[in-house]
């Protein structure tokens, strides 16, 4: 009876039963810090999808490209014809933005719905530089100036653009943006080597983020609110 005792005692009081001691006292700790972790990852989960069914129907994300000057070309090789376009971006442009919010919620959660009104303006040479292949034919006269977004739902109202002293409608574009996936266009024949002046005044809509893209040029932006 003694030898068994002895025996047990030698069993649990060995480094295997050690570590079994220890690894079950491991998990016994990290068992709630796994159950802590999942409640967070949950909540997490909810709350962005609260917040995109707020931001999403107004467009999400803020984002603008443009504007921008489209200029189609031709291009011919031998018995060959190719077609393409080229962009001119703005020499200078400059962003004055004013943003307003409000807090909308969806169950336990909440997010901002911010709106921004941007006056912007400009000067862009009407140059080519290298961006046309050599021996390209550009049509000047079916030029069209561009503003790209991310989605149309942003804009919450028509954009207003005066270009060269000209107002223009800018419409929604079928074609599949440059930077974006969404565009409004209008068409404005020019000549090459001309200089054109614009102005424009926006007013958006979205969440989460605002950013503009415009690798080109002098670009000066102002933001209040």
């Given at each position: 009876m003694s030898?068994?005792?002895s025996?047990?005692?030698r069993?649990f009081?060995?480094?295997?039963a050690?570590?079994l001691l220890?690894?079950?006292?491991?998990v016994?700790?990290?068992?709630?810090?796994?159950?802590?972790?999942s409640i967070?990852d949950?909540r997490r989960?909810?709350?962005?999808?609260?917040?995109?069914?707020?931001?999403?129907?107004v467009?999400?994300r803020?984002s603008?490209f443009?504007?921008?000057?489209?200029v189609?070309?031709?291009?011919?090789?031998?018995?060959?014809?190719?077609e393409?376009?080229i962009?001119?971006l703005p020499?200078?442009l400059?962003l004055?933005?004013?943003?307003?919010?409000e807090?909308?919620?969806?169950?336990?959660?909440s997010?901002p719905?911010v709106t921004?009104?941007i006056?912007?303006?400009?000067e862009?040479?009407?140059?080519a530089?290298?961006a046309?292949?050599n021996g390209a034919?550009?049509?000047w006269?079916?030029a069209r100036?561009?503003?790209e977004?991310?989605?149309?739902?942003?804009?919450a109202?028509?954009?207003?653009?005066?270009?060269?002293?000209?107002?223009m409608a800018?419409l929604p574009?079928?074609?599949?943006?440059?930077?974006y996936?969404?565009?409004?266009?209008?068409?404005?024949?020019i000549?090459?080597?001309?200089?054109?002046?614009?102005?424009?005044r926006?007013?958006?809509?979205?969440?989460r983020?605002l950013?503009?893209?415009?690798?080109?040029?002098?670009?000066?932006?102002?933001?209040?609110g």
């Amino acid at each position: 009876m003694s030898n068994n005792l002895s025996q047990a005692r030698r069993i649990f009081e060995g480094p295997g039963a050690k570590a079994l001691l220890i690894g079950f006292l491991v998990v016994a700790f990290l068992l709630p810090l796994f159950f802590v972790q999942s409640i967070v990852d949950e909540r997490r989960g909810a709350r962005d999808k609260a917040e995109a069914s707020i931001i999403g129907p107004v467009g999400g994300r803020i984002s603008l490209f443009g504007p921008f000057v489209v200029v189609p070309y031709e291009l011919r090789k031998g018995k060959d014809l190719f077609e393409g376009e080229i962009l001119i971006l703005p020499d200078e442009l400059s962003l004055e933005c004013r943003l307003r919010s409000e807090q909308r919620k969806r169950g336990l959660f909440s997010a901002p719905i911010v709106t921004v009104s941007i006056d912007l303006a400009g000067e862009l040479n009407a140059d080519a530089g290298s961006a046309a292949p050599n021996g390209a034919l550009l049509r000047w006269d079916e030029a069209r100036v561009v503003l790209e977004l991310p989605d149309l739902r942003s804009l919450a109202e028509a954009p207003k653009l005066e270009w060269n002293g000209k107002s223009m409608a800018l419409l929604p574009d079928a074609a599949e943006g440059k930077g974006y996936a969404r565009s409004v266009s209008s068409a404005a024949p020019i000549a090459s080597g001309s200089t054109q002046a614009f102005m424009a005044r926006l007013e958006l809509r979205g969440g989460r983020s605002l950013s503009f893209l415009e690798p080109a040029g002098t670009v000066r932006a102002f933001i209040t609110g």
